[in-house]
Nanobody, 116 residues
């Protein structure tokens, strides 16, 4: 069993930055692929960034060059550094841990609002 707790969300002006954190409990954190998703009001949840257990990363086209995902296995934490934020980045951001098709876990989400 893995529990995920996100933090770091808030209100930021356009062009600003935020860093989200997702702290995991349980064992085998280093074996999980870790993902950040987001869901804006009235829209489907979308995949934002991925960091695999091997350290490979990938990003949605909409955030490439602005967001950076990273992980610290010793701290059992995954981060999402978000720069040059835009109003369209406003959403609830969720952390997701995947070990297999049947072993997936979600955090409770953290609100990010980009507005002047």
């Amino acid at each position: 069993q893995v529990q995920l707790v996100e933090s770091g969300g808030g209100l930021v002006q356009p062009g600003g930055s935020l860093r989200l954190s997702c702290a995991a409990s349980g064992s085998r954190f280093s074996l999980y692929d870790m993902n950040w998703y987001r869901q804006a009001p009235g829209r489907q949840r979308e995949l934002v960034a991925v960091v695999t257990s091997g350290g490979n990363t990938d990003y949605a086209d909409s955030v490439k060059g602005r967001f950076t995902i990273s992980r610290d296995n010793a701290k059992k934490t995954v981060y999402l550094q978000m720069n040059s934020l835009k109003p369209e980045d406003t959403a609830v951001y969720y952390c997701n841990a995947v070990l297999s098709i049947s072993l997936k876990y979600w955090g409770q989400g953290t609100q990010v609002t980009v507005s002047s």
